[in-house]
């Protein structure tokens, strides 16, 4: 038994999350009602949201407070591929949905939540977020405010003494071990996010919004298949598939499957050091990604926006249309913590082009029906990305570095 273990947990990951998929099908499948094989997937997800925030602290902390005066890091690339990559996102969502104009049946309005209603709003949430206290920020996942902690504990510990920086740095090796293990159970929990899926909402479940989900996906796709590589290209000068195969591959499923960026962290972290990229670079990149990277937002937010638009017969042009997706996507950050993500946003970017509330609710409820396939789609571009462009970054100094000399 011990060998057949060691042989699975030696077995690539990607592969055992395959197995895990097609197990998760045939229990769907053959036993629909046996609900506690759900119970596998939500611990698995519990397991990684609870440890992410503190690797998150950790490896940041450790980040700044061992770096080294004159070390270079890329996040001033990273920050601008961030950047460009959000923009480019939003432009296509805009572009598809231009092209592919859809009109929505729009049924009851969806009363129970309370998005944001102006940019204000939106910018106080994430000036809270910043000076929350730590405690909470690490109980609740608030990420920025756990990247201001760090940041700021991070550089009061630059002079500290060197047993209190071994500390540091044993803590976030000790930390990083218990994320190895949570993730070396990432097909079992697998088993119950596709089991709970299928089992609760059918194969045919989201036919009705057949042509949205598509032009999503499609848009998705695109920059994911062609945008980011031509970023990439553009940034490096070399080959970007085999990078952007990679993410997609160890990055991109198993945040398919969690649907959240702050739980893909832990793998986002473990990729990067297997891309043998500067951990000073990625301890800071990587959450930092998690939290204001939105091309999958950005998509998101510009199709159903437009789609209302299209219901309601009011005419945006594209210059329009581009405008009212920066806001949103930058506004996007502040609103990370709060459950349903960019679909929140919607109202607020409705409101800029005048439709009424009570219907970017109700599109606010369709993106709830649709969100089984395209929350998980934006959740493997936004994650994946988070890599992409840390590893972009990287190559791309280096590039620089070498036309130097």
Same mark, same amino acid.
């Given at each position: 038994?011990?060998?057949?273990?060691?042989?699975?947990?030696?077995?690539?990951?990607?592969?055992?999350?395959?197995?895990?998929?097609?197990?998760?099908?045939?229990?769907?499948?053959?036993?629909?009602?046996?609900?506690?094989?759900?119970?596998?997937?939500?611990?698995?997800?519990?397991?990684?949201?609870?440890?992410?925030?503190?690797?998150?602290?950790?490896?940041?902390?450790?980040?700044?407070?061992?770096?080294?005066?004159?070390?270079?890091?890329?996040?001033?690339?990273?920050?601008?591929?961030?950047?460009?990559?959000?923009? *480019?996102?939003?432009? +296509?969502?805009?572009?598809?949905?231009?092209?592919?104009? %859809?009109?929505? /049946?729009? $049924? =009851? #309005?969806?009363?129970?939540?309370?998005?944001?209603?102006?940019?204000?709003?939106?910018?106080?949430?994430?000036?809270?977020?910043?000076?929350?206290?730590?405690?909470?920020?690490?109980?609740?996942?608030?990420?920025?405010?756990?990247?201001?902690?760090?940041?700021?504990?991070?550089?009061?510990?630059?002079?500290?003494?060197?047993?209190?920086?071994?500390?540091?740095?044993?803590?976030?090796?000790?930390?990083?071990?218990?994320?190895?293990?949570?993730?070396?159970?990432?097909?079992?929990?697998?088993?119950?996010?596709?089991?709970?899926?299928?089992?609760?909402?059918?194969?045919?479940?989201?036919?009705?919004?057949?042509?949205?989900?598509?032009?999503?996906?499609?848009?998705?796709?695109?920059?994911?298949?062609?945008?980011?590589? *031509?970023?990439?290209? +553009?940034?490096?000068?070399?080959?970007?598939?085999?990078? %952007?195969?990679? /993410?997609? $591959? =160890? #990055?991109?499923?198993?945040?398919?499957?969690?649907?959240?960026?702050?739980?893909?962290?832990?793998?986002?972290?473990?990729?990067?050091?297997?891309?043998?990229?500067?951990?000073?670079?990625?301890?800071?990149?990587?959450?930092?990604?998690?939290?204001?990277?939105?091309?999958?937002?950005?998509?998101?937010?510009?199709?159903?926006?437009?789609?209302?638009?299209?219901?309601?017969?009011?005419?945006?042009?594209?210059?329009?249309?581009?405008?009212?997706?920066?806001?949103?996507?930058?506004?996007?950050?502040?609103?990370?913590?709060?459950?349903?993500?960019?679909?929140?946003?919607?109202?607020?970017?409705?409101?800029?082009?005048?439709?009424?509330?009570?219907?970017?609710?109700?599109?606010?409820?369709?993106?709830?029906?649709?969100?089984?396939?395209?929350?998980?789609?934006?959740?493997?571009?936004?994650?994946?990305?988070?890599?992409?462009?840390?590893?972009?970054?990287?190559?791309?100094?280096?590039?620089?570095?070498?036309?130097?000399?």
């Amino acid at each position: 038994m011990s060998k057949l273990i060691k042989k699975w947990n030696d077995s690539s990951l990607v592969g055992r999350i395959i197995v895990g998929i097609i197990i998760g099908v045939i229990l769907a499948v053959v036993a629909p009602k046996a609900s506690a094989i759900a119970m596998l997937g939500t611990l698995f997800i519990s397991a990684l949201k609870a440890v992410a925030p503190i690797l998150v602290f950790v490896l940041v902390l450790q980040a700044i407070s061992s770096h080294t005066a004159g070390t270079k890091t890329n996040m001033k690339t990273v920050l601008v591929l961030y950047a460009v990559g959000t923009l *480019l996102a939003g432009t +296509v969502g805009v572009i598809a949905s231009k092209l592919f104009p %859809v009109k929505l /049946t729009l $049924k =009851e #309005s969806v009363t129970d939540i309370a998005p944001p209603q102006n940019v204000w709003e939106v910018m106080q949430t994430l000036l809270q977020n910043i000076v929350a206290n730590p405690v909470d920020a690490l109980l609740s996942a608030n990420y920025i405010g756990i990247l201001a902690w760090a940041i700021v504990l991070g550089f009061a510990f630059k002079k500290a003494n060197d047993s209190t920086k071994t500390f540091i740095n044993n803590s976030a090796e000790a930390v990083t071990k218990v994320v190895q293990w949570v993730i070396s159970l990432a097909p079992i929990g697998i088993v119950g996010i596709v089991f709970d899926a299928i089992s609760s909402n059918g194969f045919n479940a989201l036919k009705e919004y057949g042509t949205l989900i598509i032009i999503l996906v499609g848009s998705m796709l695109f920059i994911a298949l062609v945008v980011n590589p *031509l970023i990439v290209f +553009v940034a490096t000068r070399r080959n970007p598939y085999p990078l %952007v195969f990679t /993410t997609i $591959k =160890e #990055s991109g499923i198993t945040a398919f499957f969690t649907r959240s960026s702050g739980a893909n962290i832990p793998i986002n972290m473990r990729l990067s050091e297997k891309l043998g990229l500067n951990k000073d670079t990625y301890a800071v990149s990587i959450p930092l990604g998690a939290t204001i990277n939105m091309a999958g937002a950005a998509v998101t937010i510009s199709v159903l926006t437009l789609s209302a638009a299209y219901t309601l017969n009011i005419n945006v042009d594209i210059p329009t249309a581009i405008i009212l997706m920066v806001v949103a996507a930058v506004s996007a950050a502040g609103a990370s913590g709060v459950p349903g993500g960019s679909l929140l946003l919607i109202p607020l970017a409705c409101g800029l082009i005048g439709i009424p509330a009570d219907v970017a609710m109700q599109i606010i409820g369709v993106g709830y029906v649709i969100s089984v396939v395209q929350d998980s789609f934006e959740t493997a571009l936004n994650s994946s990305s988070d890599v992409v462009f840390t590893a972009a970054a990287e190559y791309a100094n280096e590039r620089k570095e070498a036309v130097k000399n």
